[in-house]
DNA sequence: GTGGTCTAGACCACA
DNA sequence: GTGGTCTAGACCACT
């Protein structure tokens, strides 16, 4: 993985929406164990009470179990993923929306600009 | 203008953006006055030193000029406000299309919901 | 005469300096009589005000007479004139001088990169 | 370091001038860490918002960079430090040559005076 | 303790 | 009245 932080915002929270779009790419399956949070900070380059404080934040938000002795895994709930990850792209579709709206596009524009970089990707 | 500013994010850049959206969307046309730096504050419910961040900064970036005692203006160059736009919109369809990628939706399936949010929008 | 001004520092004090360097280089011989503050604030594309600023400080200074009746025109005294120029050069060498000392550079490098500029100009 | 900064012009400026020269003359060689933000301005008895307006350009040129949270250093890009000083000097010397060309020194009268001022501050 | 941001309020130069 | 700068002081996020 990747890995790509960019310093112009704090660390933490790019470090849980990358998780998050693991979990919900099936990067990390739904049950499956995630590495130790050391093997984990060392790998995203990053102080270990960083990434301690997104997975924490993971927990909280129930994407993540934490289990005393044996480390944490993924929750094994594949709705509560399904719905974390269908509000999430809801969000970023309604974003995207409404920023090209107060730029003047109208819907058909929006979605002749989006197609056209499309197309020119699959080159 | 609704000058939405939400609080999980410095202030200053926020203003950068949506004057920007302003600019491209033609709410201050090419070469139109800007009202005063403690007008716009006033206006955004900003102190003026902010206010003042963002604008120098936009002028930075050429889109905008001052005019030592008479205020300032949306620059006159149609050319650099296009470039500045067409540079913006590529940025937004890029980080969108690659985080959805990230998400696993294929170029087909982010088409679909994008279309189908639109078409939601529409009734 | 180009009358570069540049937009980051204030007006008058700049008007002053290429005043004064017409002066010294002779553009303005000594007891030349200048044009009319409207037509040297036209030439130079500047409030008359601003003009007006700047011959009011130069006069301060003794380069300019006023006559009630007839206009400004540079001083006769051929000595304030050199005076008011040598002090300018040293000025000018000493500050440079000075500059390039704090970047490291010792006397010998400082003539050998200006000798070598100069040179390069000459082709 | 005597941070002497003159009132005729905007401090910051000022410091980001001296800063680079102490960055050129190896006072802060590369790699280096810098004090604190608040120290900084203490020692150049400035508000530390003003210093670190300073700072904050000096980073965006590329010359300092700032570590979240444990504080900034000196670029160890060697080459970007070497170029920035060359720049730096090229216009000095530039700057210099056209304001004593403006006042009617020709080349030999410049290397000449500027000969005779360096001698003279050698004994 | 570090950098970053924001506010409030003041002063200045300019036209 | 305009933009620009500066200060003082506060708060925040991060490690």
Do not use: C
Request: glycine share 4%; charged share 25%; proline share 6%.
């Amino acid at each position: 993985m990747p890995w790509d932080l960019k310093s112009d915002r704090p660390i933490y929270p790019q470090l849980i929406e990358q998780i998050e779009l693991m979990i919900f790419s099936g990067t990390y399956p739904p049950g499956s164990k995630l590495p130790s949070v050391r093997d984990m900070a060392q790998d995203a380059a990053v102080n270990p009470n960083t990434m301690q404080r997104a997975l924490a934040r993971l927990e909280e938000d129930g994407l993540i179990n934490t289990h005393r002795t044996s480390g944490r895994s993924i929750t094994e709930d594949v709705n509560m993923i399904k719905n974390s990850k269908s509000k999430l792209v809801e969000e970023q579709i309604r974003e995207f929306l409404e920023k090209m709206q107060k730029m003047g596009f109208d819907q058909n524009e929006i979605l002749m600009s989006i197609t056209s970089m499309v197309e020119g990707a699959k080159q």
